[in-house]
């Protein structure tokens, strides 16, 4: 309905002269210097395998010198290195960030190489999602790290492209400005160089790959972007080194059968990258990421969150009705798992108690057992006592018997010996 409106005054608008100067012509003077002041920034990924020359083209790109070491080929999986400059020229100030993929391509299993990329990428979109979202915003001093432009070093092979080359470039294709570029040009001749772009273009449009394409629609730069598009992708070389060629220093690279220069577009493409790259098209990559590749992503995700910009009935959709939506949504969501949890906890507690009166009366029954076999153990016992006393008062009364036998038996013995002594002396 605001659109419809803006829609209709927008057609009511009329173009009137002015008498006088009024000065809103300085406008793009105003953007021009608040843009210069509060600086730049560009982000380039650089994707291919290890050794094809990633950070000598950077440092020849940006003439400089970027810290960094050597990557191995012994890299468990492939891992992300970002690193940020800040480069200033003339009164321009930009921030650039250069993020390499050390190990891209020397595993043996090469599967899922293109995983970290992307998630590398869908980070940056996720971390600049969120401060769009937040209430609270700094985006005017936000360090934007969103990937402007994919270099993707191929290499010299001269035949076709390699299959993770092929999957890489589509999974990355929809998500950052894929610029492909042969790396190490010299290394094949011009007939095969000619021959092993024919065959790289061909294999992308097969496949369905979308690289970035040098804008045409703006008239200023419509014709070398154009001529440019047809030489994709670029075969460069890059050197950091030196070398005195006729009266001046060039860089280039010295071969025993001659000398390749870096900045000869007869050699080259170099000086094409670097013109389309930097001095052409570094604010339309920045534009294409935001209103594109960033754009999809930021859709794709409010989607996911139940935003939408029109209803069934195609009317514009309220941001407070579908915040409403969602959260009485969610709210109905939590109380049936609320509910559900509450269901369960009550079975789990009935199957507890059922746990518990079944140990209880196992319990019941192990004591009654131990009860009824310790109440005949103490029966055994005074049986055997009873039978012991018994035995000892036998005893007793067989030893009195005894003991009186004994008695008895001494006094007839004693008077047995009486009656002979007297009579012995009777006798005499």
């Not at 979109?125 to 937040?134: D, I, N, P, V």
């Amino acid at each position: 309905m605001a659109a419809a409106e803006v829609a209709r005054q927008g057609e009511g608008c009329r173009t009137v002269p002015l008498s006088g100067h009024v000065g809103f012509d300085s406008l793009p003077d105003q953007l021009v210097n608040k843009s210069v002041n509060h600086g730049f920034c560009f982000n380039i990924l650089c994707v291919g395998e290890t050794g094809l020359g990633k950070s000598t083209l950077m440092d020849t790109l940006f003439n400089t010198k970027f810290e960094g070491d050597p990557a191995s080929h012994s890299q468990p999986g492939v891992q992300l290195k970002s690193s940020t400059y800040d480069l200033q020229e003339s009164n321009v100030n930009l921030k650039l960030t250069i993020v390499s993929t050390v190990g891209f391509g020397d595993q043996i299993n090469k599967e899922d190489s293109y995983k970290p990329i992307v998630e590398f990428i869908d980070a940056q979109f996720e971390a600049y999602l969120q401060e769009e979202l937040k209430i609270k915003r700094v985006l005017h001093n936000y360090h934007d790290t969103r990937i402007h432009a994919c270099l993707y070093f191929i290499a010299p092979t001269g035949h076709s492209l390699k299959s993770l080359d092929l999957v890489t470039m589509k999974k990355l294709d929809s998500k950052v400005n894929i610029i492909p570029i042969i790396a190490k040009s010299d290394a094949i001749s011009k007939s095969e160089l000619t021959k092993f772009k024919i065959k790289i273009t061909s294999e992308l449009v097969s496949n369905g790959v979308q690289i970035y394409q040098f804008p045409t629609d703006d008239e200023s730069v419509a014709e070398i972007n154009g001529t440019m598009n047809a030489h994709l992708p670029f075969a460069v070389i890059g050197s950091t080194e030196e070398l005195k060629i006729g009266n001046k220093m060039m860089k280039a690279r010295q071969y025993p059968w001659g000398t390749v220069q870096v900045e000869n577009e007869a050699h080259c493409d170099f000086v094409k990258l670097r013109e389309m790259l930097i001095r052409v098209n570094m604010e339309d990559l920045r534009e294409q990421t935001h209103t594109r590749h960033y754009e999809l992503y930021r859709r794709c995700k409010l989607e996911e969150m139940g935003f939408k910009d029109t209803d069934p009935d195609s009317k514009p959709f309220s941001l407070q009705e579908t915040y409403e939506a969602k959260r009485n949504e969610f709210l109905g969501e939590l109380q049936k798992k609320e509910e559900a949890m509450r269901q369960m906890f009550v079975q789990r507690v009935k199957e507890k108690e059922a746990e518990l009166k079944e140990a209880e009366k196992e319990l019941h029954e192990k004591f009654d057992r131990l009860k009824k076999l310790h109440q005949d153990e103490k029966k055994k016992l005074e049986d055997k006592k009873k039978s012991l006393d018994d035995e000892v008062n036998a005893f007793k009364q067989r030893k009195t018997a005894a003991e009186l036998l004994q008695s008895q038996a001494q006094q007839a013995g004693g008077s047995q010996t009486l009656k002979r002594d007297k009579e012995r002396k009777n006798f005499f």
